[in-house]
């Protein structure tokens, strides 16, 4: 069946909302609240990342049911659905990462391919990419799945570069916004629209996964020690607020699905992929270089856990724990020592590849301090005994 013909018949409007300054400000906000929702469920709510991988998958298969089954752009289900697959999207880089132990580079790599790949069958199938056509079921198809892939695409690059490059959320955050201004002006310039609308959308993934990072991440750790649930909560209120604008106003519902005027984004984006390809290469090659150069100068007559590089933090949460546990505040050791496993689980995609040997050495010590600290029945001396065993080892 022609689904131009079906689309004439049923006189679908528009599914996706119109580009304003406001799509842009949820799909950060949604983003952040993906990367502290994931964190709040995996780890304070104790679900793992099993569990959280479960739940998140159900529920966005569900609210994906609702949004294909409607046949107009409504705000609510549709940022609802936007939400839903970034924390999914989030999960399956972080189940690749933590679980499967796949280099962040290899994802990087893979989830890049696979959204060529979506790109290349949406327009060999429909001839378009523009968001504006997104009025079939086919379409919105193609249009959820490049949703999805660019959530784990930015979640691997914004990962990458907070984490095995040790550019932190600072330095990450701010590196992503000057692309989004570039591409922007770039745009203004005369870059084709699709093709600018996709790089942002990638691009907003990191960005506003170094924000909420920020914002939930402990100070030790570089953060603003707001934590997961604070962080989603705040970022949650925002995003209803917006929604509730946006469903009175209706400032960005399309009064009915069009296609791009523009045409010749081609060789624009083969342009931009070598363009990326290079520079993208050329940092992390210098990067890294500056990296191992720097951990070889400091590992020198220093202990294999010095190989890893800077392993302080790990150091200043380990102490804490133990100064509260020697104080008898089990309860707040217990909490504490959470962070411990967020930082290590999360930093394990830097380390790792510095020295899997070492890594795996310290791991089986982390691990070791976990399982006392969360035992049926604590053993204090056990307790401070795996506690000091990690401090030595982080040197």
Known sequence: MNPDRLDRGRALLSKVPEVTACFWVVKVLCTTVGESAADFLTVNLGFGLGGTSAVTGILLLVVLAWQFRATRYLPALYWSTVALVSVFGTLVTDNLTDRAGVPLETSTVVFAGLLAATFVAWYAVERTLSIHSVRTPRREAFYWLAILVTFALGTATGDLMAEVLGLGYLTAGPI???????????????????LAFWLVYVLTRPLGASLGDYLSQP??????????????AIFGVGIVGILVGLSVTKADSTPRAREPETRGGLWQAVAVVAIVLALGTTGYYLRTSALRDAAAA????????????????????????LDRLDTGDQAGATTRVGDLETAWDQAQGRL?????????DLDGKVDAVLGELRAGSPDQGAEQAALRTLLGALG
């Open 176 to 194: 992503v916004a000057g692309l989004i201004a570039v591409i922007a002006v770039g745009w203004r310039a005369g870059l084709h629209p699709v």
């Open 219 to 232: 100070v030790e750790l570089g953060g603003l020690g707001l934590g997961a649930t604070v962080t989603s």
């Open 298 to 321: 400091a590992a020198v007559g220093a202990p294999p856990s010095a190989r890893l590089g800077d392993l302080s933090s790990f150091r200043v949460i380990t102490q804490d724990t």
């Open 352 to 360: 790792k590849p510095r020295d899997s040997a070492a890594w795996t």
